[in-house]
């Protein structure tokens, strides 16, 4: 089953990227354009009702910080989240995350695992309804900020700060809507943009970065911009053993289940990791362990097999058969505009604003 699911998002992803052709090829490309047109009508009408104020948003108690991006998965939002969840924590406001909890229907997802296992010290709330959950977060445990998690298209609960989050390596999601492409919504609803937070920087060059900030400016013209890389800390163990970069080198295997697989392969590269085996699963993914298992055994036994660290939460293996499993951690590590970036969330969170330098 999990083979037959990476190879179905392997087959979309070159459709939509043109790769593959024929008669067939371009009908299946020309029936997804037209269901882009009804998807992207919906979604600017429903934009503009809310813009115009025919379907009027629900404000919180307390001041609302919204994450989110405008494509389908993979521009880092969880490190983000952690970021601004930390940040706040270091500054004693008492914050929580809330968030839609995708595939969380047998318990906490992946990204719930992962900021519990990071920020413990952190509540993360999850559920369909997050005005009913903004109101429980108040109400019942008396938090004075909250993270809206992947919240850009989530408008019925008002936010004080909108956070948008553009993968440098994938910034527009092969420039159509879904399902044609990957855009949630069209560049030019960047404009609601307070901060736009420009991840994996370092993975293009200053040329595609500079025009890339160009582009951003000029859908956005007020927005602050951020640039950021995912910084590898250490590589972990599901029995919370850590491990020094440097230890690991030589030829591995490496898989994940994430939005944008390419920029965790260049990541790995760039720590000087050898990878000569490299699956790619659909981000959420559930993974079936004997499968990987029976494709492990086929490795050389001395390849260690690495992941992400919200792969690793849901796996809760040490090993896959007799190879090390290990998961590299990464934070998110600003680049340019942080102080500009820590002034706008201490100028929507009164409780941090007191209590920063």
Not at 146 to 159: A, E, N, S, T, V
Request: hydrophobic residues 40%.
């Amino acid at each position: 089953m999990a083979k037959r699911s990476e190879e179905r998002t392997a087959n979309y992803l070159r459709l939509i990227r043109g790769e593959e052709r024929g008669p067939r090829a371009s009908m299946i490309r020309g029936l997804l354009r037209m269901a882009s047109w009804t998807y992207g009508s919906a979604t600017w009408l429903r934009n503009r009702c809310f813009d115009w104020g025919w379907k009027p948003g629900v404000a919180a108690s307390v001041p609302v910080m919204s994450v989110g991006n405008l494509t389908v998965g993979g521009t880092g939002k969880t490190p983000c989240v952690e970021y601004i969840a930390r940040f706040l924590r270091d500054l004693d406001v008492r914050v929580a995350i809330l968030s839609r909890g995708y595939g969380s229907a047998g318990g906490p997802n992946d990204e719930a695992l992962l900021l519990a296992e990071n920020l413990p010290n952190v509540p993360h709330l999850q559920g369909a309804d997050r005005v009913a959950l903004a109101a429980k977060a108040v109400a019942k445990f008396d938090f004075n900020a909250l993270i809206l998690d992947d919240g850009f298209q989530h408008r019925r609960l008002k936010r004080d700060l909108d956070i948008v989050l553009v993968d440098a390596t994938q910034p527009w999601g092969f420039g159509r809507l879904l399902p044609r492409g990957l855009l949630r919504e069209p560049p030019r609803e960047l404009w609601r943009a307070d901060v736009v937070l420009i991840t994996h920087s370092d993975q293009v060059a200053e040329e595609n970065l500079r025009q890339l900030k160009s582009e951003i400016r000029h859908l956005s013209p007020h927005a602050i911009i951020v640039e950021s890389e995912h910084r590898p800390l250490e590589w972990l163990t599901a029995d919370s053993r850590t491990i020094p970069l440097d230890e690991i080198h030589g030829n591995t295997a490496a898989f994940c289940g994430i939005g944008n697989p390419a920029a965790f392969r260049n990541t790995l590269e760039s720590i000087g990791v050898t990878i000569r085996e490299f699956r790619a699963f659909p981000d959420h993914h559930r993974y079936d362990s004997a499968e990987l298992e029976s494709w492990v055994q086929q490795l050389p036994s001395d390849w260690p097999v690495l992941t992400t660290q919200k792969d690793l939460v849901k796996l809760k293996q040490t090993k896959l058969a007799a190879h090390d499993l290990l998961a590299l951690r990464i934070e998110l590590s600003i680049q340019k505009g942080e102080e500009a970036l820590q002034q706008m969330i201490c100028s929507v969170v009164p409780a941090a604003a007191q209590l920063s330098p």
